[in-house]
């Protein structure tokens, strides 16, 4: 490598082509290791001149050498390329017709906003999520510019606090179409923004669903890449979660398979915990959903983890059972009694969650509802004998000194109603 100070004269210079010729080198020597030859990039004076490269249209090799200096350099000293006035002429860049010189802008914009939530909102104002957009909606458009293009609109959605949803909502045609797409880095990288943009906004949830995304998404969850299922599997939560006529059309994409598998396969908590809140938000909905839940064979499953598991996961599943019980009808909670679904909710009495104690309450009581009404019909409650055996009753008492009011107040009702104290 010739010494800086010729590389710098060239940069100077007002001839075109020592110019490009000293920004290769610089682009070379920086290529040659970023981290420890920014500084010297830096100090050498010429970062304004590369920026003032960057809006030479006549000259697309030297924008995109000048552009490529500008994204390393942002990569290790954002500040600089920011003081320097770079992030406006790489929102217009990205309006480019060279596609090496608008895939380098692309980058240089991804690693400013992939830097902080306010250097990402500082580049949504710029308006530089439309200019990119309309490049991600293009069928001409070339793949490896989809693919830089989705990976700068994942930067522009990720972080948090999130960006307003107002801010990234233009990108919704554009994700629509990328989801389309069978390249596994493209489907990653396009779900995981709208897994970003939507996170806990129910206008967010409510436009993935009313543009008509939930048939693909459920698609995709049976997609062999983790790094597609995750955020789908974070999507179609949100989306059980706020809208319930969704459920059928999740149902109906197969998703009860791949929740089965998901809770039996050793796998991180968090994903079995998501996988049980996705099935309570089935079992809270209709009989014929609820024996969907059933057809899938996952309640024995969801018994076992209320069993076994950890404690997290115990809470989450028996949610679910719960409800299917509060739901079902006679048939279906004779089923789930068969399935011995009364010992985890009569073991949960006594664990520290006062909500999960509450749910297992509210199990049981709908099961003494369902006895009495078999009583009254000359027939044996046998659903009151079933919870005295497996110790519920022992526990239901024991919960009548509870310190949480509602809990102990619901034991009380319990315990009087269904096994009343015999006067002497």
Not at 175 to 184: A, G, N, V, W, Y
Not at 241 to 248: A, H, M, P, R, T
Not at 408 to 418: G, T
Request: charged share 25%.
């Amino acid at each position: 490598m010739e010494d800086i100070s010729d590389m710098v004269a060239g940069v100077l210079s007002e001839e075109p082509l020592l110019q490009l010729e000293a920004t290769t080198k610089f682009r070379k020597f920086l290529s040659s290791n970023v981290t420890s030859n920014v500084d010297e990039v830096i100090e050498s004076g010429t970062v304004p001149r590369f920026v003032e490269f960057l809006k030479k249209e006549d000259s697309p090799k030297l924008q995109y050498e000048a552009a490529w200096i500008i994204t390393n350099i942002a990569a290790v000293n954002l500040d600089v390329v920011i003081d320097h006035g770079a992030v406006p002429i790489l929102v217009q860049l990205l309006a480019s017709p060279n596609d090496d010189v608008l895939e380098q802008a692309m980058w240089a914009l991804s690693n400013v906003a992939g830097s902080s939530t306010e250097n990402r909102d500082f580049v949504l104002k710029s308006e530089a999520l439309i200019t990119l957009c309309s490049h991600l909606n293009k069928d001409t458009t070339k793949m490896s510019t989809l693919e830089v293009g989705t990976w700068t609109l994942l930067n522009f959605c990720r972080g948090m606090p999130r960006p307003l949803f107002d801010q990234v909502k233009p990108a919704l045609p554009a994700l629509k179409r990328l989801l389309q797409s069978d390249d596994e880095e493209l489907l990653s990288d396009a779900c995981s923004a709208l897994w970003y943009m939507s996170y806990g906004s129910d206008e967010g949830i409510q436009c993935v669903i009313e543009d008509g995304f939930v048939p693909r998404l459920v698609q995709l969850f049976h997609h062999t890449s983790p790094f597609v299922i995750d955020p789908v599997r974070g999507i179609i939560c949100a989306i059980l979660s706020i809208d319930k006529q969704q459920i059928q059309c999740v149902i109906d994409g197969g998703a009860l398979a791949i929740l089965a598998n998901l809770l039996t396969q050793d796998c991180d908590k968090s994903i079995k915990m998501e996988a049980c809140w996705m099935i309570t938000n089935i079992t809270v909905g209709t009989e014929e959903q609820i024996q969907s839940v059933i057809d899938a064979n996952l309640i024995p499953i969801l018994v076992n983890l209320a069993q076994t598991a950890e404690m997290n996961i115990k809470t989450k599943a028996i949610w679910a059972i719960s409800f299917a019980i509060s739901g079902g009808s006679d048939a279906q909670v004779k089923y789930l009694v068969k399935e011995n679904c009364i010992k985890p909710l009569c073991d949960l009495l006594v664990c520290p969650d006062l909500m999960a104690i509450s749910v297992c309450l509210d199990g049981l009581e709908c099961l003494l509802i369902i006895g009495e009404a078999k009583k009254k019909r000359g027939e044996v409650n046998c659903y009151a004998k079933m919870i005295k055996d497996a110790k519920g009753l022992e526990k239901i008492q024991n919960l009548k000194s509870h310190d949480h009011t509602p809990i102990k107040d619901k034991a009380v009702m319990i315990r009087e109603k269904y096994w009343p104290l015999k006067k002497r």
